[in-house]
C-alpha cells in the first residue's frame, strides 16, 4: 500500500542504501521499527523475523519483534524474543533493555 512504499522511500532515501547483507540488515531493522511505530504490529513481526533470518545474533531484531508481539497481547512471543535478545548480546545496555522489557511484560 501507499504507506508501506513511503516509509521504504524514505529509509531508502535517509540512508543512500547500497545493496548488501549489512545494509539490508539495517534496511529491515528501520522497517520494523517503522512500521512498529506506526501501529503496523504484523508487517512489523514480517519484517523484523526476515531480519533476524539473516542476522539470528543482532539483539535489536528480537527486541523490536518483542515490543511489536507486546503491542498486540501476544506475551508469551514477547517474552521468548526479550529473552533471546539477553542470550544473543555481550553488551550490557542491551542486556538490561532486554531485561527492562521483561519487567513491563509482568
Known amino acids: 500500500n501507499a504507506m508501506d ?8 532515501r535517509s ?3 547500497v ?3 549489512a545494509n539490508a540488515e539495517r534496511m529491515k531493522i528501520e522497517a520494523g521499527t517503522a512500521y512498529r511505530i506506526n501501529g503496523k504490529y504484523k508487517e512489523a513481526i514480517l519484517d523484523y523475523t526476515r531480519a ?9 531484531l528480537y527486541i523490536g519483534r518483542g515490543k511489536a508481539y507486546q503491542s498486540i497481547g501476544q506475551v508469551t512471543e514477547a517474552a521468548e ?3 533471546k535478545a539477553k542470550e544473543v548480546t555481550d553488551k550490557s545496555h542491551q542486556k538490561k533493555q532486554a531485561e527492562e522489557c521483561l519487567k ?3
Request: glycine content about 4%; aromatic content about 4%; overall charge negative.
Open 5 to 12: 512504499e513511503a516509509i521504504m522511500r524514505h529509509i531508502r
Open 15 to 17: 540512508h543512500s542504501l
Open 19 to 21: 545493496i548488501g547483507e
Open 52 to 60: 533476524i533470518e539473516l542476522s539470528p545474533r543482532e539483539p535489536r
Open 81 to 83: 524474543d526479550f529473552r
Open 104 to 106: 513491563e511484560l509482568a
